[in-house]
Structures are given as structure tokens and as C-alpha cells.
């Protein structure tokens, strides 16, 4: 689908705690100075999230229907902690991305397959790649990258409580994209501001 004025760039994510989010900016501002922490553009820590389904430009007029669909088949979800874990590249052959990794993934990787599935019911096409549940700290630009330590995990003092998910908006700007939230979805039925 070509984008066009009408559409909106959008994307389900998991937003993160205070604590894990200063816990991830604490790791990526250590990486950033490290040698090769110049081949990464750095996320900013505002804008830290675990993505669940990315869908791109999707026609305004669609949006209603798919977060209803969405809201429908995450119900039975219970709210749930997560925590930041192991410091890796992503993918793992020739990284694009520094990530930390996000546990426990039984519980995200649930969400996010009932998220999968209110999507392909909601007419878009299913996703083809496997879900790996991560938070991105910074996209590698160049091939000489930070060394990242797999056995390292510098965030993982930092749970955090997931009672909703949110369909965010992407919009390119010139201090790096922002994404802005367009609907919370409770998990569990429960009221999300």
C-alpha cells in the first residue's frame, strides 16, 4: 500500500516504565561512547518501546476497525511485567540494530500473537517475519559497530507493569521520528487512560 495523504504511518508497541527507560538511555549513553558508538543512531529515550506489529501507512479510515478488532482479541490478556535484559545485536548475522532484549517472552510473545491475529482479521496480510520481542536503543549505520557483550545485561533491575498496549503514530520529522499515541488498548478489559 503506497502511502498518501489519507494514511497514517502506524505500528502496536508496548510502552516502558521510568525505571527501564532510564536503565536503557544509561546503557546506550555508555555504548554511544565507547569506540564504534559513533556508527549508531541513537533512539531517543523518549521514544523507547517494545514493537508488537508493524503495519506502515494504513488508510485513516481503517484505524477504527482495526483497534476495535485489537481491543476484542487481547481481552483475555492479563496485565503483565516485563524487564530489559541481555545487551545484543539484531538480527544476530551483521546486526542493524542494538537492542536489549525483553523477558519474559512468553508473555509478549502471547500479546503479540493476538495482536498478529487481530490484524490478518482486520484484512491486513499476516507478518511474515518471527516475532522477537526487543527494545531498539540505536540503528547501526555502519559496519563497525559497538562491542556488545551477550552476557551482559545492564537493564535487567528495571521491571515494568504492562496493563495496555498502543497503537502509535510514526511521523518523520527532522529531530528523528516521532511517535505519537493514537489509542491504548487495556489488556485484561480492564480502563487504560
Do not use: K, N
Not at 536503565?23 to 523518549?46: H, I, Y
Amino acid at each position: 500500500m503506497a502511502p498518501h495523504d489519507d494514511a497514517l504511518r502506524i505500528f502496536f508497541a508496548v510502552e516502558i516504565g521510568d525505571a527501564a527507560r532510564r536503565a536503557a538511555r544509561a546503557v546506550a549513553e555508555r555504548l554511544a561512547a565507547a569506540p564504534g558508538g559513533d556508527a549508531v543512531r541513537w533512539v531517543r529515550p523518549e521514544s523507547y518501546h517494545v514493537t508488537l506489529r508493524f503495519l506502515g501507512a494504513t488508510p485513516r479510515d481503517r484505524v477504527a476497525g482495526l483497534v476495535a478488532t485489537a481491543r476484542r482479541a487481547t481481552r483475555a490478556i492479563a496485565p503483565f511485567e516485563l524487564r530489559l535484559g541481555a545487551l545484543a545485536g539484531f538480527p544476530s548475522r551483521r546486526p542493524r540494530a542494538v537492542v536489549l532484549d525483553v523477558a519474559p517472552h512468553e508473555t509478549i510473545v502471547a500479546l503479540a500473537r493476538e495482536v498478529e491475529r487481530a490484524v490478518v482479521e482486520a484484512g491486513f496480510a499476516p507478518e511474515q517475519r518471527a516475532f522477537h520481542p526487543h527494545l531498539t536503543l540505536g540503528r547501526v549505520r555502519e559496519r563497525r559497530a559497538p562491542f556488545l557483550d551477550p552476557e551482559e545485561h545492564p537493564a535487567a533491575a528495571a521491571p515494568f507493569a504492562v496493563g495496555c498496549f498502543v497503537l502509535f503514530q510514526s511521523v518523520p520529522a527532522t529531530t528523528g521520528t516521532q511517535y505519537t499515541p493514537l489509542e491504548r488498548i487495556s489488556l485484561g478489559g480492564t480502563f487504560s487512560p
